[in-house]
């Protein structure tokens, strides 16, 4: 045994380092049948996978130029960012994009801009910009809601998204006046500081459903009773990533926490089904939510990615024959979002937003309905240009996730579903979450939203205009082709957006139901 331990201490480092290639060496050409190139190329095969692996971070920070990538490209983030931490977010020099580009907008400007007045709302606050209409007016819920705020966040779910980023998010909505909607997961103790809150209800039924996994409307109406900060409800029919596809909740990522937030057993996988239980068809789907409306008081809505329209027709044809229906319509756009998808899904089934949003528009437009839905755009809207052209095609408000996600740090890393997330944001990991301080990213979301809102407010009045609920069509125009190179959105999408009823923005901050003051 000494004269083992001699030879062995007679090794060198670098010997040491000659062994452990060999040994790698010998398990690539003849233990391991799995990868070719290992077996071809034993020990340098092994670069070409960690050169894929870390092929995202090259591109991003080394290979991409600053308009280049996708979903959301370095002069986007950076813009979120030094919004977030209320730096310049300014350019120099002139824009660097290619303003001759397919879908490049403009916003067509006033001669003379509107002038605000001393003592006007947007004198005393910048950023004050609630949206126009007021949910379940109309249908005259108990707790009709006038959102406090044009942006606000996204469905995102606890499970999906850190505690610490739901927490993050939700005291920085509290901050900008605006809501932050629960996703599907249900609503955790981190919706639960101070923010209005929308509740999700999707297919899964989280946190309001049976032992049997049924929707149950009696833990519903408590949850309601017990959360007054929950001002409305949305019904998910499908989301922008993954349109017409459930999803499966592992059972190794089902913590105590997460199974007392979602009604969920421990040590099994959960089916959040493509197809909800409780309604199966248009009629059916009415009347689920005027059951909820009743139920709760609240206003009542609906989310989805838009495809055939056939089924709208039909709703859209019972609106008008009851005089009821949804209070909201959230249009998602199959750009994606924050939800993992198989590439067939994220990159070919449903709608982008603007083909998707403008179909629907007009859908509900010739049948005189416009003026008692709230319009609630979501798909990588959250820039004040992609804004204006949305409420010029009739959007009343928009919804955020990956923007908001950024502002509270996501560095677009593109591993949401690997939950290891390296900013914290989209894992269930304590280690990765401890770097994220929800006191110190509830003021970037909030600061996000407000200089969003100061930017949107003077593109408004660059316009001519107060609010801009007062875009039309024909304020914005986009690049179409070489021989019409650009065209107002009214000729592109053919049709015109229903005038959006509004006096002055101090009728809106006098409103009973800003912010659901109204119980």
């Given at each position: 045994m000494d004269a083992v331990f001699n030879f062995l201490s007679q090794i060198t480092w670098w010997m040491w380092i000659i062994i452990g290639l060999?040994?790698?060496?010998?398990?690539?050409?003849?233990?391991?049948?799995?990868?070719?190139?290992?077996h071809n190329f034993p020990i340098v095969g092994h670069f070409r996978y960690m050169l894929e692996k870390i092929g995202p971070e090259l591109r991003q920070y080394l290979v991409a130029n600053n308009r280049e990538e996708l979903p959301f490209n370095r002069i986007e983030r950076g813009w979120i960012y030094a919004s977030a931490k209320k730096e310049n977010n300014y350019e120099g020099f002139g824009t660097d994009r290619d303003i001759y580009a397919h879908q490049h907008i403009f916003i067509n400007n006033a001669m003379m801009p509107y002038k605000i007045a001393p003592d006007h709302p947007n004198s005393i606050n910048h950023c004050f910009l609630p949206c126009a209409k007021v949910m379940g007016l109309h249908n005259n819920r108990r707790?009709?809601?006038?959102?406090?705020?044009?942006?606000?966040?996204?469905?995102?779910?606890?499970?999906?998204?850190?505690?610490?980023?739901?927490?993050?998010?939700?005291?920085?909505?509290?901050?900008?006046?605006?809501?932050?909607?629960?996703?599907?997961?249900?609503l955790s103790p981190y919706h639960s500081h101070g923010g209005d809150v929308v509740f999700h209800i999707g297919t899964g039924y989280f946190g309001v459903r049976d032992d049997a996994g049924n929707f149950s409307m009696e833990k519903l109406v408590d949850l309601v009773n017990k959360n007054p900060f929950?001002?409305?409800?949305?019904?998910?029919?499908?989301?922008?990533?993954?349109?017409?596809?459930?999803?499966?909740?592992?059972?190794?990522?089902?913590?105590?926490?997460?199974?007392?937030?979602?009604?969920?057993?421990?040590?099994?996988?959960?089916?959040?089904?493509?197809?909800?239980?409780?309604?199966?068809?248009?009629?059916?789907?009415?009347?689920?939510?005027?059951?909820?409306?009743?139920?709760?008081?609240?206003?009542?809505?609906?989310?989805?990615?838009?495809?055939?329209?056939?089924?709208?027709?039909?709703?859209?044809?019972?609106?008008?024959?009851?005089?009821?229906?949804?209070?909201?319509?959230?249009?998602?756009?199959?750009?994606?979002?924050?939800?993992?998808?198989?590439?067939s899904f994220a990159d070919h089934v449903s709608l982008p937003w603007v083909y998707g949003f403008s179909d629907l528009?007009?859908?509900?437009?010739?049948?005189?309905?416009?003026?008692?839905?709230?319009?609630?755009?979501?798909?990588?809207?959250?820039?004040?240009?992609?804004?204006?052209?949305?409420f010029a095609m009739g959007a009343d408000c928009i919804n955020v996730a990956r923007e908001a996600m950024m502002s509270i740090g996501c560095i677009q890393a593109q591993i949401c579903h690997t939950n290891r997330c390296p900013s914290g944001v989209a894992t269930q990991n304590k280690w990765l979450q401890n770097g994220l301080d929800p006191t110190l990213k509830s003021v970037r979301l909030a600061q996000y939203f407000k200089t969003f809102r100061k930017e949107f407010i003077e593109i408004t009045h660059a316009a001519g205009y107060e609010h801009p609920c007062q875009f039309k069509m024909n304020d914005i125009s986009v690049n179409i082709d070489d021989q019409s190179l650009s065209k107002e959105l009214d000729s592109t999408y053919m049709y015109h957006k229903v005038v959006v009823p509004f006096t002055s923005m101090q009728d809106l901050k006098d409103c009973i139901y800003l912010g659901g003051n109204k119980a």
């Open positions: 060999l040994l790698i060496a010998f398990r690539d050409v003849f233990l391991q049948k799995r990868h070719t190139i290992s707790r009709p809601y006038r959102p406090g705020s044009v942006i606000n966040v996204s469905a995102m779910s606890f499970g999906s998204l850190s505690a610490r980023a739901v927490e993050s998010l939700n005291k920085g909505v509290k901050m900008a006046d605006a809501y932050h909607n629960t996703g599907e997961g249900g929950v001002r409305a409800i949305e019904i998910k029919l499908s989301q922008g990533a993954k349109p017409g596809k459930g999803g499966v909740l592992p059972a190794a990522k089902i913590t105590q926490e997460i199974s007392d937030v979602r009604h969920v057993p421990l040590g099994q996988d959960v089916l959040s089904p493509p197809n909800h239980s409780a309604f199966s068809n248009v009629p059916e789907l009415m009347e689920f939510i005027e059951q909820i409306a009743e139920a709760t008081g609240l206003p009542v809505g609906i989310k989805a990615a838009i495809g055939k329209l056939g089924e709208w027709k039909e709703l859209a044809n019972i609106m008008v024959k009851t005089g009821k229906g949804p209070d909201f319509i959230t249009v998602d756009g199959g750009e994606g979002g924050t939800g993992a998808a198989p590439p528009y007009k859908l509900f437009k010739d049948k005189d309905l416009c003026e008692r839905i709230v319009f609630i755009g979501s798909g990588k809207l959250g820039f004040p240009a992609k804004a204006a052209m949305a």
